[in-house]
């Protein structure tokens, strides 16, 4: 098992600078959206990437991938139809360090990645970003009926450690009403990717 680098305080503070590349392409049957990328996953280029994280055993909890797989093996979402954007291009620490501005011009600049993308189902990983970003203030968890294009929508809780809301298996419960609306067979029942 591969252990995550220690990067220093100042290391992270540099990151913040950094655009960290979408893992995606287009007709994916989901395309995950973070909120924005933390100093962690800035600094090593890689999708939720802290350690407090959940989204990656939440992902395999889910069905939607057939091992845990670490924040560097990112790409091997691809394989199974699954990929990675954020509402939001600027690291930061917290979530709550991005203004009102930016998550609306977030939501706008992601409308037009999904129409040009094409994914079956757009799944924002954290129902008050997507209720700022799309300007829906009513929004909860699950399947909205707002679409982008033929893509539908769906909010689901965020992973953050800072959220204890929600369990792991809670979440992974969400996670999986998802995986079997997008039509996705529980992973560890295939041996290879569905694609």
């Given amino acids: ?45 890689h999708h939720f990437a802290r350690p407090g994280n959940r989204f990656w055993p939440v992902l395999h909890l889910s069905g939607f991938t057939p091992r845990l797989l670490r ?18 291009a600027r690291p930061t620490a917290r979530a709550d360090e991005l203004s009102r501005e930016e998550y609306v011009e977030g939501g706008r600049i992601l409308t037009e990645k999904v129409r040009r993308l094409k994914p ?49 298996e809670t979440m992974a419960e969400e996670y999986a009403r998802l995986r079997e609306a997008a039509g996705l067979p529980p992973a560890a029942a295939t041996a290879d990717p569905p694609r």
Avoid at 28 to 42: D, Y
Wanted: net charge negative; charged share 20%.
């Fill in 120 to 168: 079956r189902w757009l799944a924002v990983v954290g129902v008050t970003a997507y209720r700022t970003a799309f300007g829906e203030p009513k929004a909860a968890i699950g399947p909205q009926e707002r679409t982008v294009g033929t893509t539908r929508i769906w909010a689901l809780p965020n992973p953050s450690g800072l959220n204890a809301h929600w369990t792991a």
């Fill in 1 to 45: 098992m591969t252990r995550t680098r220690r990067f220093t305080p100042e290391e992270l503070e540099a990151a913040r600078d950094r655009v960290v590349p979408d893992v995606a392409e287009g007709g994916l049957a989901v395309l995950f959206c973070g909120i924005n990328p933390g100093l962690m996953t800035a600094a090593t280029g």
């Fill in 71 to 88: 924040p560097d093996e990112q790409d091997e979402l691809l394989a199974y139809g699954l990929g990675i954007t954020n509402v939001a």
